[in-house]
């Protein structure tokens, strides 16, 4: 056999070259006979008995299999230069999505379920646009309680009302209908001398009836400044004694005034006030008496 030792050495070996090889696999007596093998030959059997991967990539450019499913090769996704990010597509190509710590920036995001887990919020900042009028019908399904602006729960019949601002208040339907039968649901409470009570409902007019003798009846009225420009109509009804000896007194609270005093009385049957908040204080905008 020769003295491999003894020819020149090749430092740059092409694929045909061939190396000699003693070939252990074949039994007596042919066992350990010399053999060639090429450097194809040998790189094949490297790659494909050990799963050997090939391929190169570009510096901070995460790698992907091509095409092949054997060989690295560079992906669209990459690292930007903070080193806080990875970005997909390129900003030149005027889509990309950049993830970072605890964010995600695209120009698009098709998804079909967003969830807030362990009691988190989804927020939307900037402009918002619900549904884009292609290939109608789109629909937009609440299932959940809504709150308006104020953070307010609306109740059964109301509905969302902008205001100067364009910030959206619940209000009852029946006061914002236009072209339609307008129909007051009151609110119905019995005064009676000595009593109060605090006005919390949502109807935008109250009916009140007295039992009992003389004396003064207190309705402590909402906040002028909790819903700014609110109308509430107070009414007495038939069972309202007359003489002036029946007092129901309207109470501004936290400070606030209506028509500049801390209150205002009536003291007749079917008699009604309307009071209209300005957003600090309440305005009484119609009287009637008999």
């Not at 109608?136 to 602006?149: A, E, G």
């Amino acid at each position: 056999m020769a003295i491999i030792y003894s020819y020149p050495e090749k430092t740059s070996p092409a694929g045909g070259d061939f190396l000699v090889i003693t070939d252990s696999e074949q039994p007596a007596p042919n066992k350990n006979r010399t053999k060639s093998l090429t450097i194809d030959n040998l790189a094949s059997y490297v790659t494909t008995s050990t799963s050997g991967i090939t391929g190169s990539g570009t510096l901070n450019t995460i790698a992907m299999f091509t095409p092949n499913g054997q060989a690295i090769g560079d992906s669209i996704m990459f690292q930007n230069s903070n080193n806080l990010e990875i970005q997909v597509g390129v900003f030149s190509g005027g889509s990309n999505t950049v993830l970072g710590p605890g964010f995600i920036s695209t120009t698009g995001l098709g998804v079909r379920n967003i969830s807030a887990q362990e009691g988190g919020e989804v927020t939307f900042s900037g402009n918002v646009i619900i549904g884009d009028g292609i290939g109608l019908p789109d629909y937009l399904t609440i299932s959940s309680s809504v709150q308006d602006s104020n953070a307010a729960v609306g109740t059964e019949g109301q509905i969302l009302v902008a205001d100067p601002s364009s910030r959206l208040l619940w209000d009852n339907a029946t006061d914002v209908v236009s072209g339609a039968v307008a129909k007051l649901i009151p609110y119905v409470t019995t005064a009676t001398p000595g009593g109060s009570e605090t006005y919390n409902a949502l109807n935008n007019i109250v009916k009140i009836g007295w039992s009992g003798g003389n004396g003064i009846y207190v309705i402590n009225l909402p906040s002028a400044t909790a819903i700014p420009y609110r109308v509430i109509r107070f009414v007495t009804n038939g069972t309202y004694p007359g003489g002036g000896a029946h007092k129901v007194r309207f109470t501004a609270t936290g400070g606030e005034t209506i028509d500049g005093d801390a209150f205002f009385e009536t003291s007749k049957v079917y008699e009604g006030i309307a009071v209209w908040s300005t957003g600090t204080e309440w305005v009484i905008i119609q009287a009637k008496a008999h």
